[in-house]
């Protein structure tokens, strides 16, 4: 279970760092208020999930997720550029992630 909540907050990591593009410094509201449910909901996912996977573990898979998903994302919708070498680190980014829930970790 706290893997599936680990990924999930990993995603709302990628929730609120779009959201946090659109807000222009919290100049919107509704991207502002985007921002602030899915960064308070990621965090406590995190941190319930880290009442039985290793912290360093857990810190590596939110962020991975989040960055891979964040990147995937810009390529797909915000017209970033989709280059050899970025979607090569992306994948390595998922192979990491991958990586270490393989290596275990409860």
């Given amino acids: 279970m706290a893997w599936v909540l ?3 907050a990993g995603a709302l990591e990628t929730t609120f760092a779009i959201a946090l593009k659109y807000s ?3 100049t919107r509201l509704v991207p ?3 921002f602030g449910v899915a ?3 990621s965090f406590v996912l995190l ?3 880290l009442r039985t996977l ?3 573990t857990a810190y590596a898979v939110w962020t991975g997720i989040g960055a891979a998903g964040t990147a995937i994302v810009g390529m797909m919708f915000l017209n970033e550029p989709v280059q050899a070498l970025r979607v090569t680190a992306i994948a390595l980014i998922v192979a990491g992630v991958v990586g270490l829930r393989l290596a ?3």
């Fill in 47 to 49: 941190s319930i999930s």
């Fill in 54 to 56: 290793p912290v360093g």
């Fill in 6 to 8: 680990l990924v999930i």
């Fill in 32 to 34: 502002s208020v985007i």
């Fill in 39 to 41: 960064s308070v909901a």
């Fill in 24 to 26: 222009e410094g919290f």
């Fill in 104 to 106: 275990g970790g409860h």
